[in-house]
């Protein structure tokens, strides 16, 4: 087999990125854009020693798991991997990659089945972002607002993801009408120039509260009253509008703080009996169906009866802290962004709840030093981690084993690492009980896991 070669595969298997594998005379291609049980041809792109990648030209047989995609640009968004695949097969795709996952880096033998939940997925997979960041661009003279193409900066435009809120697009026109009319233009990445670089939207479902903020190459945003004005029209519900200024040549969308230009400078989000304040700065589940069902299962997984010491590691805004805080004896919450814990405890304030207390850094390093030297008489109960994708730190997982808490709750967004840090945990000190898979990300690869660990 050779460059450039079309061949003919049947799709056997998947990738973690959602790429389908097929065998040439047993040969591995990977392949994007098809499914487990696609027969295809395939043109030959690029070949390794031990495998390769083929680009999809044309499926002789399509898979009896494939539908219609109901967005026309999945495949070159890159958003949505697995669109055109049906709901229930991305299911069982979810499970097998953390399944796959816990055994072949875990280590973990076939029990580890029988102690699996069955995977929570959505009853309606669409439109559940609760957040949208758009970028904004110019072609030909016209104003562009939708999402990078994979792999590149070259924006598609796409005003009405099926992934998000309808009401994005009404409020992205508000924001062209604006420019338009005040001859606002956006930003080049090219030669640095122009204002306008993304638009943020975030909407809360429970209390219908909108938040909008522009991010800006400029101190300052002209005419913003007008801005305001056609926003608020498009949607009475937006509670927030703000800019945050960010003039560096860089890939970051957000600067390091905003401006309100109108009203509060956050909305309010409800899950379960917590209420959450919400800055454009602020990190929130985007799923907030799929999140409070998750953080409920976290809660299940501690087994609080009201006494309970706990520590909440990697808490972000606190988010599940505080759901831990109405059933447990005292919560501590460690995260090493200072604005997140800001609104952790403005969040803990909103709602009356005092007895959490939350720590700005590191958490192998504030968990370490609170829990050796500060309070060393307190017997840790439970610890929950939700780490971001390259898991816990070493150290950390160390200070858990060290500390001997009855219970580990692991909340979890790469089963990868997932796999790689419950190896170091239980290999002699804690085994897993339970776990089970949520789809946070509907139609995309992205799967969330939620572990119990209980002392041998």
């Known amino acids: 087999m050779n460059k450039n070669d079309v061949v003919t595969v049947t799709i056997e298997d998947m990738s973690h990125?959602?790429?389908?594998?097929?065998?040439?005379?047993?040969?591995?291609?990977?392949?994007?854009?098809?499914?487990?049980?696609?027969?295809a041809e395939v043109k030959v792109i690029k070949l390794k020693n031990t495998y390769g990648y083929g680009r999809l030209m044309n499926l002789v047989i399509p898979s009896k798991n494939r539908v219609e995609p109901r967005c026309?640009?999945?495949?070159?968004?890159?958003?949505?991997?697995?669109?055109?695949?049906?709901?229930?097969?991305?299911?069982?795709?979810?499970e097998r990659l953390v399944q796959n996952n816990l055994m072949r880096i875990g280590g973990?033998?076939?029990?580890?089945?029988?102690?699996?939940?069955?995977?929570?997925?959505?009853?309606?997979?669409y439109r559940y972002r609760n957040k949208a960041q758009f970028p904004v661009?110019?072609?030909d003279g016209r104003i562009q607002m939708g999402f990078y193409a994979g792999r590149t900066h070259d924006i598609m435009e796409c005003e009405d993801c099926v992934l998000g809120a309808q009401e994005n697009q009404r409020i992205l026109d508000a924001v062209k009408e604006y420019m338009c009319a005040n001859n606002v233009h956006a930003y080049d990445e090219k030669t640095g120039k122009g204002l306008i670089r993304h638009v943020l939207i975030r909407k809360g479902f429970e209390t219908g509260e909108w938040l909008v903020c522009l991010v800006i190459n400029g101190k300052k945003l002209p005419e913003a009253e007008a801005l305001c004005e056609k926003l608020l029209k498009a949607v009475p519900q937006i509670v927030s509008i703000s800019v945050s200024v960010n003039m560096t040549r860089n890939n970051t969308i957000m600067g390091d703080s905003y401006k309100v230009l109108w009203g509060e400078a956050y909305m309010k989000e409800r899950l379960g009996d917590?209420?959450?304040?919400i800055s454009p700065l602020s990190f929130f589940q985007v799923n907030p169906v799929q999140t409070k069902k998750l953080y409920e299962k976290a809660v299940d997984y501690a087994e609080l009866t009201g006494v309970e010491n706990v520590w909440d590691l990697y808490c972000g805004t606190g988010s599940i802290s505080l759901f831990l805080?109405?059933?447990?004896?005292?919560?501590?919450g460690v995260e090493i962004i200072e604005p997140a814990i800001m609104d952790a405890r403005a969040n803990a304030k909103e709602n009356g709840i005092t007895n959490v207390e939350f720590f700005v850094g590191k958490a192998e390093d504030v968990f370490a030093e609170q829990v050796f030297h500060k309070q060393k008489d307190e017997p840790i109960d439970v610890v929950v981690v939700d780490p971001p994708r390259k898991g816990c730190d070493e150290k950390l997982l160390q200070t858990i084993?060290?500390?001997?808490?009855?219970?580990?709750v692991y909340v979890s967004c790469d089963s990868a690492t997932l796999a790689r840090d419950l190896k170091i945990l239980c290999k002699e000190d804690y085994e897993v009980s339970r776990w089970q898979c949520y789809d946070q990300f509907p139609h995309t690869v992205h799967v969330e896991t939620c572990v119990q660990l209980l002392r041998k």
């Open 325 to 332: 805080a109405g059933k447990a004896g005292k919560v501590h």
């Open 137 to 139: 661009g110019e072609k």
């Open 401 to 408: 084993l060290d500390m001997h808490p009855k219970r580990v």
């Open 108 to 125: 973990f033998g076939q029990e580890i089945m029988e102690r699996m939940e069955p995977i929570v997925g959505m009853e309606e997979p």
């Open 72 to 94: 026309s640009l999945h495949k070159a968004c890159g958003g949505c991997q697995i669109q055109a695949m049906a709901y229930p097969a991305q299911l069982r795709f979810k």
């Open 274 to 277: 917590v209420l959450y304040r």
């Open 17 to 39: 990125k959602g790429e389908g594998i097929g065998k040439v005379d047993g040969f591995p291609l990977f392949v994007k854009d098809t499914l487990i049980g696609d027969v």
